[in-house]
């Protein structure tokens, strides 16, 4: 049973939009930045947004990230089959001291 | 470009300790947090711990009491020793630096160690 509560999984058709929610609380959403990750089959994480709503260089503006209260939504418009994967939110909590992921939600472009 | 690999065996014997060592490349290990993460086969990411360059660190704590992260600065490198290993223990584990301590980015690609006699 993870902390933070992620659907495990999510599909919708290509060029399509999804949402995938992350759910959490006051110790450690509420309170803390979120990221999220990809990670493709076979592959290791990679980071799709930081800071709630932060896109690294290189990520497309498809993705998008956002905060409220104790919940995080990261949002994929324009989907592709490529965009198939497990996506991961995390962030830090302070009532276990320790940085907690989601369960991971996958992605199936039908 | 900062990239990172993971080194070490790939099968562990029950009650022995693992130990694994993350290679850090195109960038100074220094005034960064690095991190290692594990995922069991087919399961979801737990994070086991991070490290300053400093030497200060932070585990899991549902892991401390076997956990031990260490850094080498000479050698741009950091290293994790888990005790007492169970099948359990068995996963995929990635190093990877840890920025704020807010997120995670760049992982290294990952290395499968196996737990069994």
């Known amino acids: 049973q993870s902390v933070l509560t992620q659907p495990p999984s999510v599909s919708a058709a290509p060029g399509q939009k999804v949402t995938i929610s992350c759910s959490g609380s006051s110790s450690n959403i509420g309170n803390s930045y979120v990221s999220w990750y990809q990670q493709l089959p076979g592959t290791a994480p990679k980071l799709l947004i930081y800071?709630?709503?932060m896109r690294p260089s290189g990520i497309p503006d498809r993705f998008s990230g956002s905060k409220s209260g104790t919940s995080a939504t990261l949002g994929i418009t324009g989907l592709q089959t490529g965009d198939e994967a497990d996506y991961y939110c995390g962030t830090w909590d302070n009532s276990l001291s320790a940085w907690v992921f989601g369960g991971g939600t996958k992605l199936t472009v039908l | 470009q900062v990239q990172l690999q993971e080194s070490g065996p790939g099968l562990v014997k029950p009650s022995e300790t693992l130990s694994l060592t993350c290679s850090v490349s195109g960038g100074s290990i220094s005034s960064k947090y690095w991190s290692w993460i594990r995922q069991p086969p087919g399961k979801g990411l737990e994070w086991i711990g991070y490290i300053y360059y400093s030497g200060t660190t932070k585990y899991n704590p549902s892991l401390k009491s076997r956990v031990s992260i260490s850094v080498d600065t000479s050698n741009n490198q950091f290293s994790l020793k888990l005790t007492s290993v169970t099948a359990a223990d068995t996963a995929v584990y990635y190093c990877?630096?840890?920025?704020?301590?807010?997120?995670?980015?760049?992982w290294g690609q990952g290395t499968l160690v196996t737990v069994s006699s």
């Open positions: 800071e709630n709503v």
């Open positions: 990877a630096r840890l920025v704020g301590p807010d997120w995670f980015g760049p």
